[in-house]
């Protein structure tokens, strides 16, 4: 793991009240039956996994959805009580533990399940199944794997909680893919001889989009961070629903004046055509601010200057348009003055999405958190 750097001026702002507002926002459109679980795997979305969960809770999350088993533990180790569910496959070796901390571990075959039960003791393990319905990762494909499953479920030490799907297009305009999704995982749905509590299929983008709908859980990821999930292709229904939480800030190390036929940074792809002012950053690529970013600008005094040559692993240059103070404040990511740079210009500079803009900010970056 790398280090985190907390004797730097280089960090992640994370405004915890936008956090709880995107949250809000979310819940106030849900009916009262309906359950808004956090999905903070990766660290958040890189905000930071247990300041996010307790802003989530205090927002009226009530349960969670994480990756991994180990991102679980995380959770309850920090205190957390609430439901978590996993939401990819896990180890069966790792079953007992699941069940002991009364982690839900998503499941899709007899085979895993039929091992699991020589790993479990006293304890049940809480399960949801995994529906695939056109996703092609995770889950069931048919009736005939599904009543298999729930078969199994009902006699072994298992407790049978919850059934999900999750959608490949919920953010885009076209819905045939998404219509189709719903279809086989209602009659896929209605075909178990016992329904169980949480029957859900809601991500961010539904709920956004299509108002989640019948699913009993939204799990609310992007939307918490306050990013449009379709990469801002389709237009929100309500603009004021998402706010961005983090922004990415720096400050000048160095300021110099270069002459022209100066050059700047690995490769000397930078050549100063008249006299300039440049300055350094203490932020690269190790930091998750990548070489495909240097396609574009930083703000500086609410004004865009331009990364000019190869960003390095851990400084890069800007060119500014006249002298500035060491120690100036110089904003990678999110807004100063009238300019904001957001997560989706990022992503569309280095042919991405914002989620994965947010999830390679290295943890060698200092996370500050506001507004608690
Ligand atoms: C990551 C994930 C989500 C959250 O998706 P967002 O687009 O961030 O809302 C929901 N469900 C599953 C199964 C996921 O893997």
Redesign the pocket.
Same mark, same amino acid.
């Given at each position: 793991m790398m280090l985190e750097a907390i004797h730097r001026n280089t960090r992640v702002v994370v405004d915890l009240s936008i956090v709880k507002q995107n949250i809000k926002k979310q819940k106030e459109k849900l009916s009262p039956s309906q359950e808004l679980y956090a999905?903070v795997?990766a660290n958040a979305y890189g905000h930071g996994m247990i300041p996010v969960a307790k802003a989530a809770v205090e927002a009226g999350a009530t349960g969670f959805?994480v990756a991994n088993v180990d991102e679980g533990l995380g959770l309850r180790q920090a205190g957390f009580t609430q439901p978590i569910l996993i939401?990819g496959l896990s180890r069966v070796e790792d079953a007992a533990l699941l069940a002991e901390n009364k982690i839900t571990a998503s499941v899709d075959s007899v085979a895993w399940l039929k091992e699991a039960v020589q790993y479990l003791n006293d304890t049940p393990l809480k399960v949801h199944i995994a529906v695939d319905s056109g996703m092609g990762r995770i889950g069931v494909v048919d009736e005939e794997e599904l009543a298999s499953v729930e078969a199994v479920l009902q006699n072994g030490p298992f407790e049978f909680e919850g059934i999900f799907t999750?959608f490949a297009t919920a953010d885009e305009a076209d819905t045939t893919q998404l219509t189709k999704q719903i279809e086989k995982f209602h009659r896929l749905v209605d075909e178990l001889s016992v329904k169980p509590a949480h029957v859900h299929y809601s991500?961010?983008?539904y709920a956004l989009w299509h108002g989640a709908g019948d699913s009993a859980i939204v799990? %609310?990821?992007?939307?918490i961070y306050g990013i449009n999930?379709s990469n801002g292709d389709l237009a929100l229904k309500d603009e004021s629903s998402l706010t961005p939480a983090l922004r990415w800030e720096t400050e000048m190390v160095k300021v110099k004046k270069l002459e022209a036929g100066d050059t700047v940074s690995y490769g000397a792809t930078y050549t100063a055509d008249e006299p300039q002012w440049v300055a350094t950053l203490p932020v690269g690529y190790a930091d998750g601010f990548i070489r495909a970013y240097n396609k574009g600008d930083v703000l500086v005094d609410g004004v865009r200057c331009p990364i000019v040559g190869r960003i390095c692993m851990d400084q890069c240059m800007i060119r500014l348009p006249h002298e500035f103070p060491v120690g100036t404040t110089v904003t990678l990511l999110g807004k100063d003055g009238d300019e904001e740079i957001t997560a989706i210009e990022l992503a569309k500079r280095s042919e991405t999405i914002a %989620?994965e803009v947010l999830c390679i900010i290295s943890d060698r970056v200092k996370r500050v958190y506001i507004n608690d």
């Open positions: 999905v795997k959805c939401l999750h991500n961010s983008a799990r %609310y990821g992007i939307g999930p %989620y």
